[in-house]
């Protein structure tokens, strides 16, 4: 299900670049997830779930799929739904 409108669109930042190629915090280099706040870049739920640990440390609930481009999801953790 993919969500129209969500209280966390407020918290994307147009325009932001993701911050390195691999996981800022142990280093894999994939799957990836951006920060759609600050760029941060993690490595997601099947690996070690740094994308998560981010939004829980942070409260930056929406993330993009890596690499960024027409085939990219956007993501609410704190939904727990895809946004459109």
Partial sequence: MLKTE????????EGVEPKAAACETCGI???LRMCATCGYVGCCES???????HWQE???AIIMR???NADSFTYCYEHKDYLK
Avoid: L, Y
């Fill in 6 to 13: 969500c209280d966390h669109a407020g918290q994307i930042v």
């Fill in 58 to 60: 942070t409260g930056h």
């Fill in 47 to 53: 690996k070690n779930s740094h994308d998560t640990d």
């Fill in 29 to 31: 280099e994939g799957p």
């Fill in 66 to 68: 890596m690499p960024i």
